[in-house]
């Protein structure tokens, strides 16, 4: 299996950044399409960005387009998150996850980090 490891989220004020980074353990990590969701208090684990397994493909979720940034470097067999003008409504845990091909549906990523939590102030 693939073990994922999610670091770099903390405290931000509004239109401030952070930058997540997932670093993964196991083989073939260019095989395996990543993904960030997230997880607000008392709201369902939604999707927020992917990557293919080359890095050639990347999708977003509306509300972060224009202002988030998937990619990876498979050398580290890492994916990063880099999250700018941020806002409140970011504030969620963020989760790395691993899968065969590009989905948005979260139960069909095999493997998951344990989160990272990010909080926006106003």
Known sequence: QVQLVESGGGL????????LSCAASGRT???Y???WFRQAPGKEREFVAAISGRGGSTYYADSVK???????DNAKNT???????LKPEDTAVYY???GGVIVVNPT????WGQGTQ???SS
């Not at 931000?12 to 930058?19: I, P, V």
């Open 12 to 19: 931000a004020q509004a239109g401030g950044s952070l930058r």
């Open 29 to 31: 990590f260019s095989s």
């Open 33 to 35: 399409a990543m993904a």
């Open 66 to 72: 224009g202002r988030f940034t998937i990619s990876r």
């Open 79 to 85: 994916v990063y998150l880099q999250m700018n003008s």
């Open 96 to 98: 790395c996850a691993a």
């Open 108 to 111: 069909l990523y095999g493997y």
């Open 118 to 120: 990010v909080t926006v």
